[in-house]
């Protein structure tokens, strides 16, 4: 499955990459600051947890392997120095249970811990971060010693080779998704940093090296690389020109284009909206909210008792098997308990306790729209209706007539009269908004016939009106012409 990559800016991560560029190479790294991920390492053996992470994010940026591979291990629940990557498992990261990754994480914190200080594993976060783990693992499998101007050690080489194999399991259990979101991760953590980082994420895309090979990002960033020298020539010039010369000249100014509309990540203190725009924001969900809220009412008053449209669609999902009353007794109540939890657990990033805690027996206004679109999808005749239906309005999605019309015909497939019903009202009155749905009176005929047939009477009623609307009365006698 292939997803497009997004091109939002939007910031990720951050850290403040300190680069020291030798003067030879204009912008080359200095050796790898071992003390520095030794650092890292202390502060983590002592239980400060957040501070080890800062400083390998830090360091890890500027160009440390060490670092970068200790923040992919305690991204994937491992410790920093040791990542095994058979146990990623057959289908997804390890969930263990919350109590004993919390008893493992004591032992390890007293086992490493050299000041007697002991940290409370119920205020750390220990659930892996599959995202994260990959991001930082690319960013160590495709590290680059001889650009960076170093002479690694046996264990930084081995550090890179652990990450090219980690990558490999990695991919292989997450989703394509979530494999786009760490590729997306990686260009922000490289775009945020030195223009020679900017020249390192160039030439990843140009290799397809860790990233999809891409020769409009690539020359995107050459180019964003080239014109941000502080040292009056970039050491990606040449590669620049050679990637120019084999590229169409509409691939040239796209890059060009997406270069110059290029802007690095903003700092962190500007990321956040203002306590105005904060308020803005809530109020209008607030009102969205509101507005959700009666919708939904107005359209579960539309049927009676007996027809009851949540439990209906609670039924047709295999959560409810009692009488469909419009009662909400104990029996519903366990339904949606039973729903709600069968959607929490489809996250595969969150535990079965938090999933326990989105179980309350009662359906918020997005869990109503979410069982109504699952039951439609499982060709609940009723619920297609509805579904077509909130297309129509924009219930709690935006108004698209060709949706609404398609869920209508696959529900009046299945002989619901309420479906044709709709479908003569959306040909007769049409349907503005996203793909629209044009009038068509003839159509409107046929479905409001089909409706009466099956006995609906508004159907009927309907027809005897347009055949009036069509043979208008004459003013004076009464008379139809």
């Known amino acids: 499955m ?43 053996k002592n239980g400060e947890f957040t501070k080890a992470q800062d400083l390998w994010v ?14 992919a291990n305690i991204y994937s629940g491992f410790t920093p120095g040791k990542a095994n990557c058979t146990e990623f498992g057959s289908a997804r990261l390890p969930e263990d249970d919350e109590e004993e990754l919390k008893t493992r994480l004591r032992a390890r914190t007293n086992d490493l811990n050299d000041t007697g200080v002991i940290v409370d594993p119920d205020e750390i976060s220990i659930k892996p971060k599959p995202e994260k783990a990959l991001a930082w693992y690319i960013l160590t499998g495709y590290h680059d010693f001889y650009s960076y101007s170093q002479n690694p050690t046996t264990e930084e080489y081995e550090a890179k080779i652990v990450a090219q194999q ?13 494999v786009v979101r760490a590729q997306n991760m990686v260009e ?23 990233l999809p090979k891409d020769n409009i990002r690539a020359l995107q960033y050459l180019i964003v690389a080239d014109n941000n020298s502080r040292f009056g020539s970039s050491v990606g010039n040449a590669e620049r020109r050679m990637l120019e010369a084999s590229m169409p000249e509409l691939d040239q100014q796209l890059a060009g284009d997406l270069a ?20 803005l924001a809530r109020l209008e969900e607030e009102i969205r909210a509101r507005e959700l809220r009666l919708e939904l009412a107005s359209l579960e008053g539309e049927f009676d008792d007996n027809e009851d449209l949540l439990q209906s669609a609670l039924a047709a999902l295999g959560f409810y098997g009692g009488k469909i009353d419009g009662s909400v007794g104990p029996e519903t109540r366990n339904a949606i308990r039973a729903f709600q939890y069968a959607v929490a657990r489809e996250d595969m990033n969150i535990t079965s306790e938090e999933a326990r805690e989105k179980v309350t027996g009662y359906l918020s206004n ?32 935006p108004i698209d007539g060709a949706e609404a019309v398609r869920w209508w015909e696959k529900s009046a497939g299945n002989g619901y009269a309420l479906s044709h019903y709709a479908l003569g009202r959306a040909y007769q009155q049409g349907i503005s908004g996203k793909n629209p749905v044009a009038q068509n009176l003839t159509q ?32 004076t006698t009464g008379s139809q012409r």
Request: charged share 25%.
């Open 2 to 44: 292939t997803f497009k990559r997004t091109t939002n800016r939007k910031v990720l991560w951050r850290h403040g990459a300190v680069a020291a560029i030798a003067a030879t190479f204009g912008m080359m790294m200095t050796a790898p600051a071992h003390a520095d991920y030794e650092d890292g390492l202390q502060a983590y």
């Open 58 to 71: 830090r360091f890890g940026s500027a160009g440390d392997i060490r670092s970068k591979l200790a923040l």
């Open 166 to 178: 980690c990558i490999i399991s990695l991919q292989r259990v997450m989703r394509d998704d979530e």
């Open 188 to 210: 922000e953590i490289l775009a945020g940093g030195t223009d020679y980082d900017l020249f390192r994420l160039a030439m990843m895309y140009r290799a397809g090296a860790g």
């Open 260 to 279: 110059a509309n290029w802007q690095p990540p903003l700092p962190t203190a500007f990321e956040g909206k203002t306590p105005r725009e904060l308020e």
């Open 366 to 397: 997005e869990q109503k729209v979410e069982l109504i679109e699952r039951a439609a999808r499982r060709e609940h005749p009723q619920s297609m209706y509805v579904y077509g239906i909130m297309h129509a309005r924009g219930i709690g999605i």
């Open 444 to 475: 409107a005929t046929f479905y409001y016939g089909q409706a009466a047939a099956l006995g609906y009477a508004p159907a009927a009623k309907e027809l005897r009106q347009m055949r009036y609307d069509f043979n208008a009365a004459d003013n």
